[in-house]
């Protein structure tokens, strides 16, 4: 059904149920996997002096991708890691219209609702791609936290 799924993740353990997801997918299928993450670029503060910073950022990131996708792909499953810098919402609608990007795979985080509060913004990122990207977005929600109690007593 998909040939091409991405998933962006922050490098958070948050992510873990999207990308599991995503592999599923892809498992049912013969759908090409990317994961893909960007690293925010500090505004105001010219790239050459964080030359540095940033490469040692884009080390651990692609170290990260790496396991996620030891973690999670089946063998000969089709799957690749992309380090981007930049802005995480523009970057990832950008990148997803370039390589025809069938399903977006994203985690969808609770935050606590202030919407009163006018530096919020557009909203999380997964709201942004939501809605600006042309393919199908898949949200996917973390399951509740165990509690660690198994019933009453």
């Not at 540095?52 to 790496?66: I, M, P, S």
């Not at 069938?102 to 990122?125: A, C, Q």
């Amino acid at each position: 059904m998909f040939q091409h799924i991405l998933v962006p993740i922050d490098l958070s353990d948050r992510n873990e149920h999207a990308v599991r997801t995503a592999f599923e997918l892809a498992a049912s299928g013969t759908a090409r996997v990317t994961v893909l993450h960007v690293i925010t670029r500090v505004i105001g503060i010219p790239l050459a002096e964080m030359k540095t910073f940033y490469e040692q950022l884009e080390g651990k990131a692609h170290t990260r991708l790496a396991a996620t996708i030891r973690r999670h792909a089946q063998p000969g499953m089709d799957a690749r890691a992309v380090v981007l810098l930049g802005d995480p919402p523009r970057d990832v609608v950008r990148w997803a219209d370039r390589p025809r990007v069938d399903l977006i795979v994203i985690g969808s985080h609770s935050v606590e609702p202030r919407l009163h509060e006018p530096s919020l913004g557009w909203g999380t990122t997964s709201y942004k791609v939501a809605l600006l990207c042309r393919c199908p977005v898949l949200l996917v929600k973390a399951p509740p936290p165990r509690t660690g109690r198994r019933g009453r007593t």
